[in-house]
């Protein structure tokens, strides 16, 4: 057996000779960002080796320089003897950090002033799916010596009119000695369902309703999102997020589906989700809070239908395949203990339904939050996070599509790429003059990449500054110290030196990482105008634009039009709403009458399937340039670009 | 530790200093029936000492030949030093034996015809809760996308109607494989319900639908008898039973609930009943048809509300105290991977409803084989095991009780006494000259012992014959060496002399059993004359009489009535109806629709609780004799004793 040692974790384990170092990381819990999944492509598992060697060969992705000093991709080296390993902070660190938000920020207080703004205007009422009731249930006598659990339903039918009253053994198994505990009076969890039924999932002996608080969790391929909601109140009490630590089984779900065909790989990437992300952002909470676990008796989890898969424990290799078909769409309400979620272990979870293989329970669970179903006028809603979905409708229809984005949004194989938090550059301008940038970065931090919004800023203000041309490459002309070649011409922009933030490495953008993100902006472009025109509209007849996801509030809407991503309509017309999937998975918990609305919503959506559409590869190739080969749909830019 | 080895088991454990031999012996899974728990009344847990010395003290039980040669009680010792201790073969083995039975005999070919024309009379089916069937998926396509679950749920509503198909979460994570295993040709098996709606509790492969097989299961406080259905020809295939494991830790529910709230007495309770009785009945049952557990997709089981509570593992202690509460009456379907019953761990178990405390599921499950619920005329049904419970009633109306009578009709707080299993004496004829008897014994094995129809032939004969006067005590003035008295005058009959078989004791009956017997005779008699007359009723009105339970086929009615267990109604209208328990689960089992006149019932019975009417405890003095101390209530018996 041979040693390794990883630094600064200061682990050490032991592995057979030739095993491959990222997978001898994962199996010692080293957090290595991998978004090709190990396929030797983006370049982004980069460690030192400080001691000893290993098989390896140089890759594109490595500097002489790097390779003399003992940089290595993990992917791409054997493990041949001892040796010790320097994983770079910024690998280890930022994509996994959990972070405790504020959820008193004014984002979140107009977010939930719409959600409320919604339910009202609809009429609709803020009550969960799950009912909390302490009753006095009558004390038994000789003469009327029932069984507890039918005095119970018996209660239960005459004071809130349950006609039909379930529950499972487990329940049961609790009843007698609860019941006498508190004298028989006892607080029932229960989930009220259609014709007068209702489920007790939990009984507890006194009077617990003030303790009664639920989940809303979105889980992104690239982030995970949660807030803690008082039901009882009705209030936001805590939020916080953090990487989806599956990342290191790849960076989108193609990857990590990928990873669930090998052996043990749906296990771990399931453990990934529940127990390495969810359940330590719960506990972030709990600890900020000083709230039980037991006391959160609901959670609403929504995410793309990959992850919902991977969560339930759901092989789901038959969604990349065509004909493309989900395990499920709608899957039933599951008990907290059979999922592994640290709440209360009897608690019931309901899962967002999913609409076909590539959109999910995070984009029916935004069409809830955004109201859309409720809109007299044509909303175009476009979700950037990892890959691109896009719905539009009104009040009397529904059309959805996905289009195959890849992570580049949040700054996945990019080889600066990263998402948008703290240190991430996510806005530049360029000066036309010295072509010297402008940064700005996530909490003023030092920069340590560039995320979604950083990347438009950067490309559109290269395009206008012409460091590239309208195909994304650099302009060999120009004599800049920022600008830069390889031994095989590919090109590169310096945004930020080295030695000037007193960095790790200089933050670039290459010629390949641009290619990349023109084709993953033009894969939501040419799905828009695919699914607009599919309705035989056009642009003209959208009213409204709203962007969600993980792309960031600072998206900047006149830059993404210039470089060819969103149509050129009125800016005025588009509004960034955020994580529209947590807030879908917050009104769900919170208004019964919110879920119903989802699950309606998701059987009326119509999905179209863009790879049928003929004319859909066509409207691709068009928009791999910037802004499109056809300047003339984008007339706002054709004007300030000149052309 | 001091050491305790056990022969002829040849099983050694170590305990502490002063540990209790009958504990010591649990622990080590060494069977010594002890159906007072412990209690030092009951007498039965006599082991000999054959090594070493413990801390005991003589009882009544043990005489002092007995006590000379090492005979002690395992309840009333103590283990002070390393012991090797022998436990007679009749205490070890007869209670437990397994017996596989042949399910062509005659008694079981007219039970089954009996229910096959309460089906069919009342135009009911036989199909079963629980149904398989072979389906072809239409295959998916790039334009018919929609996920495997909804592509199901759209064929099963296409083809049989149902509107809303649910399933478990571990069913779906089968699904994608299952489904393209089998190329889309696929067994569901699911439970339907109410309102065209249907639930999945297993899929399979290809054609499975010729291994449908369902169990009916029957468990009672002393025996537990079982038998396999192929529900796809509507056979019983396989018969089985065995004693309750449970006896070990009490011969009768009182015993039993006071053992569930010791130290992880419920767990041991449950356990018993499962692990060590009805898993057993289940592999035997296999083994004997070469058949595999996972083939076994339903089953049906009926106990009293004690037992019930012990197989779901639910705290029963509220039963035996005032007022009286079972925590539930009618169970939810269960999975057997939650019981660890070992039949397909997916399969769903339907358990019979309870009516009360002491009128439990093998009760409602008797009423329905019995039929009384279609009959016009009114039916007095009488189930005689441990315990004894009584329905009255016709297809208007069904009242029913319970009377403590104890254990005594199977054999148990009889000092010779056993269940009606081989070698037990269940006839008995006493010569009225020499007072020798004549011995009916099953199996015509040797005599082990006397089960309940034996002791009813005995008492009756003692009492024809004068041995014994109508308060059950014996005439001292007889000469015979039959017939002996103890230190403490307390008479006994010898029924089999241990020279004459080989045995090794001699079988009596003693004026303590006699005792015993008569107060559980007029528990029942008590029972039966509170229950008509609450009614405003009397005898004459019963058209009907069935007697079920454990007493066993052999049952003497003439002499029943002669010691006045039952009343005195012209003996045609008798008749036995062998385990009507068992044969409503099989109904229950086989027919959907019975299984629903089953939760009919249990509904309509009322439940008259005995103890608050102030006349019953009148009617069991008074009935504390033989016949009774009213000898007009009992005419027939009146001329054949020429009183």
Known sequence: MIKVKFMPQNIEVVCKYKDNLLEVARKANIF??????GNVSCGKCKVKIINGRVDTKKTTHITDEEFDSGY??????????????????????????????????????????????LISKNHMEFKSYVRKNYVTIELPNLDDNISDFDRIKRHLRNTFGYEKVTCKIETIRKIPNILREG?????????????????????????????????ALDIGTTSVAACIVDLYKGKIVAKASSGNAQIKYGADVINRIIYSTKKDGLEKLNKAIVH????????????????????????VAGGNTTMTHLLLNVYPDYLRMEPYIPAFSKSPYIQAKELEIEINSDAYI????????????????????????????????????????????????LMTCACSAGPAFEGGEISCGMRASSGAIEKIRIDKDTLNPTLGIISNDKPQGICGSGIIDLIAEMLVNNIIDRRGKINENINSNRIRFDENEIGEYVLAFKEDYNIERDITITEVDIDSFIRAKGAVYSGIITLVESLGMDFDMIDKVLIAGGIGSSLNI???????????????????????????????????DARCKLEECSDSMTYVELSVYPSYMDEFISACFLPHTDIEKFPSVKASLGC
């Open 276 to 299: 390495e992300t969810i359940n330590p952002i719960l506990e972030s909470m709990y600890n900020e809070l000083g709230i039980d676990k037991n006391d959160i008796t609901a959670l």
């Open 72 to 117: 290595v991709l993990a992917c791409n080296s054997k493990v041949i003897e001892d040796i010790q390993v320097e994983v770079p902070s910024k690998l280890s660190s930022s994509m996994n950090k959990m972070k405790i938000e504020d959820s008193s920020s004014d984002v979140y207080k107009k977010l939930l002033e719409n959600c409320k703004q």
């Open 32 to 37: 290595i960002d991998a978004p090709c999944n």
């Open 183 to 215: 004298n028989f009076n006892v607080t029932i969890t229960h989930i009220p369902k259609a014709g007068n039924t209702t489920n007790i999932v939990n009984i507890e002996s006194g009077d617990t309703t003030d303790k009664f608080y639920g989940v």
């Open 350 to 397: 309901y899962i967002t339904p999913c609409v076909a293989s590539y959109v999910g329970g995070d984009i029916t669970a935004g069409v809830l939050s955004s109201g859309i179903w409720s809109s007299d006028e044509n909303v175009l809603f476009i979700d950037l996070g990892t890959n691109g979905e896009i719905v539009f409708g009104n009040k009397d229809y």
């Open 558 to 592: 006149e830059k993404s039009i210039l470089i060819g991503m969103l149509p050129d309509v009125d800016k005025n017309k588009y509004s960034y709403i955020g994580n529209s999937s947590l807030m879908g998975c917050y009104l769900a918990l919170t208004s019964e």
